[in-house]
């Protein structure tokens, strides 16, 4: 069953604003990870944050884990047409993510 | 370097036949995985494996049947294509390390039964 549940389903924003996407899980965690999905092509990772940290940043984005309320973020700030894309968050297991569980998405539109 | 690749890219079925879908990867990862992904839904672990000769079942594994004869390859068979078997199938690399790695994707197989 789906682990994750990610919050908003569907986010439409303005270029130069910032887009904050929500994610729920279910069971206890070793890590979350969130990806990007452009349509029709694979997923890319975007950033991993371990159950044991509550905040990280890699450029634009900026992620948080509050594993008390198992929930995560992601924000993406001063956003680009470019990122416009699917969003997923996945819990994965100490070791290698040979065994992640994906939430739904997030579908982020980001109008020029 | 290519990364994972997956083919082919697009695939039609008929009812009853079998498939192989193909998964290659030159980064030496020794963990690799098979999703499914259906509309509206995340993706949906199948089979995975965690070294060569090892493999396990995922969340929904009913019709499908994998091998890993060696590292690099990791094949995925459906043995007799049914129409709710319709959908993008997706390959995934990673290499054990610590309290978690990134996994690299394939470009995907979409795949449709008639």
């Known amino acids: 069953s789906q682990q994750g549940e990610e919050d908003p389903q569907a986010l439409s924003i303005q270029e130069g604003e910032n887009a904050t996407m929500n994610c729920s899980y279910k069971?206890?965690?070793?890590?979350l990870q969130w990806y990007r999905q452009n349509s029709g092509r694979g997923l890319v990772h975007l950033i991993l944050?371990?159950?044991?940290?509550r905040e990280k940043h890699s450029g634009r984005l900026r992620v948080t884990l509050d594993t008390s309320k198992k929930s995560s973020s992601l924000l993406i700030t001063a956003s680009r047409a470019a990122d416009t894309a699917s969003y997923f968050c996945?819990?994965?297991?100490?070791?290698?993510?040979?065994?992640?569980?994906f939430g739904k998405g997030t579908k982020l539109t980001v109008n020029p | 370097n290519a990364g994972v690749t997956q083919t082919p890219k697009f695939q039609v079925l008929k009812t009853g036949q079998s498939m192989t879908l193909q998964c290659a990867q030159d980064?030496?990862?020794?963990?690799m995985s098979w999703y499914r992904q259906d509309p509206g839904m995340g993706l949906r672990l199948i089979h995975y494996?965690?070294?060569?000769?090892?493999?396990d079942q995922g969340e929904v594994p009913n019709g499908y049947n994998v091998s890993r004869s060696t590292t690099e390859d990791f094949p995925l068979r459906l043995l007799s294509a049914a129409p709710s078997q319709t959908s993008v199938y997706f390959c995934?690399?990673?290499?054990?390390?610590?309290?978690?790695?990134?996994?690299?994707f394939g470009q995907g197989t979409r795949l449709t039964v008639v």
């Open positions: 995934a690399s990673s290499y054990p390390q610590g309290a978690g790695t990134e996994a690299f």
């Open positions: 069971t206890s965690i070793n890590n």
């Open positions: 944050i371990r159950s044991n940290e």
């Open positions: 996945a819990t994965g297991n100490q070791g290698g993510s040979e065994k992640l569980v």
């Open positions: 980064m030496n990862h020794e963990y």
């Open positions: 494996s965690v070294g060569a000769g090892i493999t």
